[in-house]
């Protein structure tokens, strides 16, 4: 490969949350002697960024003025020609295009415009917990549509259930997730078609969060929601950033896609009333650098290396770890282990798990506040050798020690 997905670099004290919580006071315990963290559990890369972004911010930090300013016309025509060639959308212009803080931001502002404080949005189980905690902390009630595993352990919408819950709590808003977050269900087309008819039918207006979009692992191809018909290019605000992409979360920085005059406007004039709702300019230069020639080289060696990541975990869990069931993902970096038989067969509760695996450096996530009740949710974007070690460790002195 051009690009190196196998050096395992140093992130302690560098302001990385995902080492730098561990053993500190309040976060997570610290892992028994002679076991060095690996960290397994908060949604960015231990991959370094394509060079091309790190060039793009520098050249412009020489210029030594930062003051105010206005998106360049290259930001816009970034994201056009991103979209078109990853994603085949056609008939995007920069006026559909509006800056957003990040996703939760977003999606807070069209359910603003949706509904009102205290109404009833749709969302899927499991979730993605910055959603249930931002629609919880801005007072609308969450009705949960669950996801069920078909019978070749594939997650699917249960569009029953969903008609079900949206006739009986008078539902007018959904989030949808595409991919999906944690599951990593990649939807087809024909799923997508079929959920959009089923809002349209009962007036529900979407947010589809495709933050995830550029992550398709090998045999997959990302769908955009607003794609799947006129009416779901009408009444969806879509919602992407290069964040997850190039492992810039740090920089904060994404943006809408609205084809509705009407909503759009009354969406950027949501997003605008708190006053914080701004483009950095180095996030700016950021997506400049991702979304050029070598972003999309780049990414296309990523996708292979998660793709190969997958296999090998998904591989690794079915020959080790009995009792242990996974939902090989389609797309993302994010695993959702079922540890329920697991944890019965052997008498252990999910935090004891939980806490075997910390002892011995592999941090992993709970994933009980995404709606899984006997879940842990495994990050797998590290560099093979360290994801190898990991699931050695898990196996030699958690689920076969």
Excluded at 130 to 138: I, P, Q
Excluded at 175 to 180: G, R
Aim: aromatic share 12%; charged share 25%.
């Amino acid at each position: 490969m051009k690009y190196d997905f196998t050096s395992v670099i140093e992130r302690r004290g560098l302001d990385a949350l995902a080492v730098d919580e561990v053993g500190r006071p309040g976060g997570c315990p610290a892992p028994r002697a002679g076991f060095d963290p690996i960290p397994m559990w908060v949604a960015d890369m231990n991959f370094a960024t394509v060079p091309s972004v790190p060039q793009a911010m520098l050249e412009r930090v020489r210029h030594p003025l930062y003051g105010y300013f206005y998106p360049r016309e290259e930001y816009f025509q970034a994201i056009v020609d991103w979209q078109r060639d990853r994603n085949g959308v056609s008939g995007l212009s920069k006026e559909h295009i509006g800056y957003e803080n990040g996703v939760l931001g977003g999606a807070v502002s069209a359910l603003n415009v949706f509904c009102s404080r205290g109404g009833s949005v749709l969302l899927h189980t499991p979730a993605y917990v910055g959603f249930t905690g931002a629609l919880a902390n801005n007072g609308w009630h969450i009705v949960h549509s669950p996801l069920v595993l078909d019978e070749n352990g594939v997650y699917r919408m249960d569009f029953d259930d969903m008609e079900r819950k949206i006739v009986d709590h008078k539902i007018h808003a959904a989030v949808f997730c595409s991919p999906h977050n944690p599951c990593g269900r990649v939807w087809e087309r024909w799923e997508l078609e079929r959920a959009m008819a089923l809002f349209q039918k009962h007036g529900v207006m979407v947010v589809s969060d495709e933050i995830w979009s550029d992550l398709v692992l090998d045999g997959h191809r990302h769908v955009p929601t607003q794609s799947v018909s006129e009416d779901a290019r009408r009444r969806t605000v879509a919602l992407y950033a290069p964040s997850k992409t190039f492992n810039l979360a740090g920089l904060v920085g994404g943006y809408h896609i609205i084809y509705d005059k009407t909503l759009r406007e009354r969406v950027e004039k949501e997003s605008s009333l708190c006053h914080y709702n701004e483009m950095n300019l180095m996030s700016m230069y950021a997506l400049l650098g991702a979304y050029g020639p070598e972003g999309r080289e780049w990414v296309d060696e990523l996708r292979q290396v998660l793709t190969e990541n997958v296999e090998y975990a998904c591989g690794y869990i079915a020959r080790r770890f009995a009792g242990v069931r996974v939902s090989k993902p389609q797309g993302t970096y994010m695993l959702f282990l079922d540890c329920a038989r697991w944890c019965e067969a052997h008498g252990r509760s999910l935090d004891q798990l939980l806490r075997a695996g910390w002892d011995v450096g592999v941090y992993w996530q709970d994933g009980r506040p995404f709606h899984g009740p006997s879940h842990i949710r495994v990050n797998l974007a590290l560099p093979l050798s360290r994801v190898e070690e990991a699931f050695r460790r898990l196996d030699q002195f958690v689920f076969n020690g």
